[in-house]
């Protein structure tokens, strides 16, 4: 699997990146020990996991970065490069507070994945959520403070929209600053019912948008790197359909299927390798994020990474 620098960090991370949100309650132990030595001797090297994973099930919550943490004391970090997510919104089974990015809320989640990854410093960090009742230059400051304290190397913004991370990063720029060195969305081929081709525009208060609609051109023209999460769709193409969630049940969907099985056909892979590969062949960085906790689709879907498009291919995959 290819390599290649995240942004303008000196990260060099493989072209897929590997999600823990089953690290630990799904898979641990020797189970997990074994689906990370596949990845990384497929040459992956960029790891995924969040604060509050897997906050969904009892007491799960901080689970993935715990079982990570013992991967590695076991196994030692070689050359991977791990991003953890902090500053999420309260949730049922997660801590709930009405101001998750107010700056000693951020530093103790810091705090907690620091420890329980084992490290002094983490490589990159995640805000898991924006708040768009804080101006972004609050934001950048704090993060910027982290760095200066030598916890955060870099950091990204997961689930904001394009227009905060466009003034976040302005604000940098403007002031000799670190900025957001990537984002991370939810985006794949799919198109989620309800969501228009182009996103409406940022939430207030405390809405969380979930940008399945990225503005291309946007980071054809920035080369701001992509990190998508929820990548291959749950499986949507992979299963030809069976595994179809209902904000994926369309018309615009089953379109998009039927073309990917069809060039799928034609290359002699397989739909969701079709589906991984469109992503992995935008005009600007995309390191897609896969969750696969069994052996099989693991291999698949890393096999993905050898899968070249071209921008016809691209453009007729969406219709």
Not at 33 to 42: F, G, I, Q, S, V
Not at 79 to 106: F, M
Request: proline share 4%; hydrophobic share 40%.
């Amino acid at each position: 699997m290819k390599r290649q620098q995240l942004g303008g960090t000196a990260l060099v991370v493989s072209e897929i990146c590997y999600g823990g949100g089953g690290f630990g309650s799904a898979r641990r132990g020797a189970e997990l020990e074994a689906l990370l030595k596949l990845y990384r001797d497929a040459g992956g090297n960029f790891l995924d996991t969040a604060h509050c994973y897997a906050f969904w099930l009892p007491e799960g919550a901080g689970c993935s970065e715990c079982a990570l943490g013992d991967y590695l004391r076991r196994n030692g970090k070689g050359d991977l490069v791990i991003g953890t997510k902090g500053g999420h919104t309260g949730a049922p089974g997660y801590r709930t507070t009405d101001a998750w990015l107010a700056p000693g809320r951020v530093a103790a989640d810091i705090d907690d994945s620091l420890g329980r990854l084992g490290f002094d410093t983490l490589d990159f960090f995640w805000l898991h959520r924006d708040d768009t009742r804080l101006p972004v230059g609050e934001i950048v400051e704090m993060l910027n403070a982290e760095v200066r304290r030598g916890r955060v190397r870099w950091f990204g913004a997961s689930n904001w929209h394009r227009d905060r991370v466009a003034a976040a990063n302005a604000y940098a720029t403007a002031h000799g600053l670190q900025g957001f060195a990537a984002s991370q969305p939810e985006w794949n081929l799919a198109r989620k019912n309800g969501q228009s081709a182009a996103d409406s525009g940022p939430g207030t208060g405390t809405e969380m948008r979930v940008l399945t609609c990225l503005d291309r051109a946007w980071h054809e023209q920035t080369q701001l790197p992509v990190v998508p999460y929820r990548a291959t769709a749950g499986g949507y193409f992979a299963s030809r359909g069976e595994r179809c969630q209902a904000d994926y049940e369309s018309p615009v969907n089953r379109a998009r299927l039927k073309r990917a099985v069809i060039l799928a056909a034609e290359l002699g892979v397989t739909p969701g390798q079709v589906a991984l590969a469109w992503l992995l062949n935008q005009p600007f960085p995309v390191f897609p994020i896969i969750g696969s906790l069994q052996a099989a689709h693991l291999q698949e879907d890393l096999a993905a990474a050898d899968l070249r498009l071209t921008p016809a291919q691209v453009r007729a995959l969406e219709g």
